[in-house]
């Protein structure tokens, strides 16, 4: 039985899009702590603004945009001097938020759609994106030799978005164990593991410029 290249690539893809999402970074960080703040639309929006980031980089290294990739390795060292900026400025916001007496749901479309926002610019600032995305998709369109990249785009977006509605619903559905303290306590820990995560991004680039 001979196996649809077209679906073989948009499996593998579906992998590659839960296995880069799946590890606990800052995305996931993120996630855990707006779902716990402000219900499982928040944390899901959050998780999707990285989901659609990852395919903004699978599609230009699936479709071999030299210019753009040449740019963006070039400029991976700025990525990650933002990227780090951003994070430390989410650790802080976290850190300050008044904790409410009970956990509320996001309110507004506007709230998601800045909880979309932050992800996605977030994720686009990752060097580690940048480049994982780029060479594994690059490889896989080279050894397939396809006609259309969309099922490798819509593998990662689709395989990305799963991981995030996972995540989401289970934490959704602990959030309301958790009172005014430890809600406090999982917004400090959170700001201090994304300042963490900050840090370490800068040190990386010190160390590899040396």
């Known amino acids: 039985m001979t196996t649809d290249p077209m ?80 994070l430390l400025w989410l650790a802080w916001s976290i850190w300050r938020t008044p904790i409410a007496e009970r956990a509320a749901d996001a309110g507004s479309g506007r709230d998601l759609l800045r909880c979309f926002a932050g992800t996605f610019v977030l994720t686009l600032s990752n060097p580690a994106t940048i480049l994982s995305f780029i060479a594994v998709f690059g490889a896989l369109a080279g050894r397939l030799a396809i006609a259309s990249p969309w099922p490798m785009i819509a593998g ?36 201090l593991l994304l300042a963490a995560f900050a840090l370490w991004q800068w040190g990386a680039l010190l160390l590899g410029e040396q």
């Open 7 to 86: 679906l073989l690539l948009f499996a593998q893809s579906l992998l590659i899009g839960l296995s880069i999402a799946a590890p606990v970074g800052p995305i996931g960080l993120l996630t855990i702590q707006r779902t716990l703040a402000s219900g499982p639309a928040a944390g899901l929006a959050t998780g999707l603004g990285a989901a659609v980031a990852d395919a903004v980089y699978g599609a230009i290294g699936a479709f071999g945009v030299s210019a753009v990739i040449a740019w963006l390795t070039g400029a991976r060292t700025w990525f990650a001097v933002g990227g780090g900026a951003f």
């Open 156 to 191: 990662v977006l689709i395989g990305s978005a799963l991981w995030w509605l996972f995540l989401a619903a289970a934490v959704g559905r602990l959030r309301e164990r958790f009172d005014r303290r430890w809600r406090r306590r999982i917004n400090q820990g959170s700001a």
